[in-house]
């Protein structure tokens, strides 16, 4: 399957495939990955006219950027060309993996920076954000420092993550913002209260990330799987107990609609998601090139009024019992504030 169909970040961004693919799971988050498969997948997604490949710096402390090398090294020339990376930074992680907290220094950005440029084999970054917002520097000095490296040639645009409206505007009153990175999805609506007007009102798009809610409302999870303790879900509330067996009776609601429909699960989602607007460019975090293609199927999805109206119904918005990340995490997410 390919697509040609594309979308804007944002009145300065660049063109991008209307799906982007997430590559955070292939570097350890979601339990261990098969490296081989991973590289494939990356191959058949710019294959298949996907263009935007998105990561972070502290995805496996660099392994995730080394996939990507590797990836795109061994690609195809023209794919190459196309591919776009945007790149988180600012995570501070041990040996262990243990989270200290975000650092957004001006230091911090340039020698994250360049640390990325070298892992991945480039000679500049597509879309360079602050994976999370730093309580203790203005993002005034955060973006500043960004935008002295898009002066440079080191960066071509600027994106933000999990920052709420009033950093938004203080942030693109410093230098074109091209996107913000957020979680979306039918059972992560908060950006639909202030978030989504903001970006509106000033031209910046999303690239929304765990529009399957990590697997969550994908159709492929049952009550008895078991997560790693490395495995980001062993550790999400909406994945535990009372909240996970809640949570799997939406997806059974929403199971009845994409049957309807001839389509699956993941496919009904990634659509409801595509269908917010030509500003919102879902990120699927596929794994495989099974995945991925089922994921690629839902451009081919189309709802209608009256299908929105069912998916509305069978999953209404803060219907999802648990928050999306545990306490701790919750705490460092000034979209949350």
């Known amino acids: 399957m ?22 955070m799971g292939m570097s ?17 997604a710019l294959e298949a006219g996907v263009t935007l490949l998105d990561t972070g710096d502290f995805y496996g402390m660099g392994h995730n950027e080394l996939l990507i090398n590797e ?22 992680r041990g040996p262990d993996g243990e989270w200290y907290g975000f650092d957004g220094s001006p230091a911090a950005v340039k020698t994250s920076a360049a640390y990325s440029l070298q892992r ?13 917002l730093d309580p203790d520097v203005p993002i005034e000095e955060t973006v500043g420092a960004i935008a002295e490296l898009v002066e440079k040639g080191y ?38 209260r202030a978030v989504l007007p903001t970006l509106r009102e000033l031209g910046i798009a999303v690239t929304a990330y765990g529009v399957l809610s990590r697997g969550l409302i994908s159709g492929h999870v049952t009550a008895g799987r078991q997560y790693a303790a490395t495995d980001f879900r062993a550790h999400s509330p909406r994945f535990q107990g009372a909240n996970l067996q809640h949570n799997l009776t939406l ?40 995945r991925l293609d089922e994921a690629l199927g839902a451009l081919d999805v189309t709802l209608d009024a009256a299908d929105l109206a069912a998916i ?21 997410l000034d979209s949350e504030r």
């Open 2 to 23: 390919t697509t040609t169909r594309t979308r804007a970040l944002g009145t300065t961004g660049p063109q991008v495939s209307a799906l982007g693919l997430g590559c």
């Open 28 to 44: 350890g988050m979601y339990g261990e990955a098969d490296h081989a498969e991973s590289v494939a997948t990356i191959h058949a």
């Open 71 to 92: 990836a795109l090294r061994t690609a195809p020339a023209a794919l190459r060309e196309n591919a776009l990376v945007s790149v988180k930074f600012g995570a501070q």
């Open 120 to 132: 991945l084999g480039v000679d500049h970054i597509d879309v360079y954000r602050p994976a999370r």
């Open 155 to 192: 960066v071509r645009h600027i994106g933000l993550s999990e920052v709420g409206a009033d950093t938004i505007r203080r942030a693109a009153a410093t230098a074109p913002i091209a996107d913000l990175q957020i979680e979306y999805s039918l059972i992560s609506r908060g950006p639909e």
């Open 251 to 290: 997806v059974e609601s929403l199971r009845k609609i994409a049957e309807e429909k001839g389509v699956t699960v993941a496919q009904i989602a990634i659509a409801w998601a595509l269908s917010r607007g030509e500003d919102i460019v879902p990120l699927v975090g596929a794994r495989t090139r099974a």
């Open 312 to 332: 509305e119904a069978a999953v209404p918005a803060d219907a999802a019992a648990g928050e999306r990340y545990a306490p701790a995490q919750m705490a460092m």
